[in-house]
């Protein structure tokens, strides 16, 4: 069975103090590993795609690494509009585009 | 409209209502997927459907009832739900299934409170 976990559970973080946020995953044959932004009350938002190990993606102050066990979303400098819950989400082959989500990680960035 | 819009926002109702949820997609998409969110767990994929047709039903109580009329519509029609029933409901859709990496785009969301 897919499995997803994400840490921490929450983050609170001072602007422009660096960190990151880990997603551990256990998959047969990982087709993506998927990272979306949540803000209260609202749809996930799709912020990245990785597919193999190795693999970097990057938008603004945002970087996401993928190794074969684990993803790390690096979130640098942070701005107080970066508050959301990150998810990360993980999708195995087969013949339906299913997705087995983590619980995200709660981030609150501060003055 | 652009992306994937879903009506309405927010609904309240009645353990003996009949409602139905609406969700449109706008990206010319051919696979479309309604997910529940409660509080404190991971997105819960209900059904999953590719050019209309019901490829996916993952154990989902039949008070839920999906309806795709077309490849950019998608319906969730509820009926005598329980209160444990509320939560947050994702439509969201993908170019096509394959399990290929399809990046999938969310809704906003429904907002389901059960009285």
């Known amino acids: 069975e897919d499995q997803v976990t994400q840490s921490p559970e929450a983050l609170r973080l001072q602007e422009g103090e660096s960190s990151s946020l880990n997603c551990s995953y256990t998959?047969?044959?990982?087709?993506?590993l998927f990272w979306y932004r949540q803000d209260p009350g609202k749809g996930p938002e799709f912020l990245f795609t990785?597919?193999?190990a190795g693999e970097e993606k990057e938008k603004e102050r945002l970087k996401a690494t993928l190794t074969k066990k684990e993803s790390f979303l690096h979130i640098t400098a942070p701005k107080p509009e970066d508050s959301a819950t990150y998810l990360c989400?993980?999708?195995?082959?087969?013949?339906?585009?299913?997705?087995?989500f983590g619980t995200g990680t709660r981030l609150q960035v501060t003055l | 409209e652009t992306g994937v819009t879903q009506t309405p926002r927010h609904l309240v109702m009645g353990m003996t209502n009949k409602k139905s949820l609406k969700c449109e997609q706008h990206?010319?998409?051919?696979?479309m997927y309604w997910y529940k969110q409660s509080a404190k767990k991971p997105l819960e994929l209900m059904f999953v459907?590719?050019?209309?047709?019901?490829?996916e039903n993952n154990s989902v109580p039949s008070r839920f009832s999906p309806e795709c009329p077309n490849s950019s519509h998608l319906f969730l029609h509820l009926h005598t739900l329980q209160p444990e029933d509320s939560a947050l409901y994702l439509c969201?859709?993908?170019?096509?299934?394959?399990?290929?990496?399809?990046?999938?785009?969310f809704g906003p969301g429904t907002r389901l409170l059960v009285l």
């Open positions: 990206l010319g998409h051919n696979a």
């Open positions: 989400a993980v999708q195995a082959g087969g013949t339906a585009s299913k997705l087995t």
């Open positions: 990785l597919y193999s």
């Open positions: 998959v047969s044959g990982l087709r993506g």
């Open positions: 459907y590719s050019l209309e047709e019901r490829v």
């Open positions: 969201a859709s993908s170019p096509r299934l394959a399990g290929g990496g399809e990046t999938q785009y």
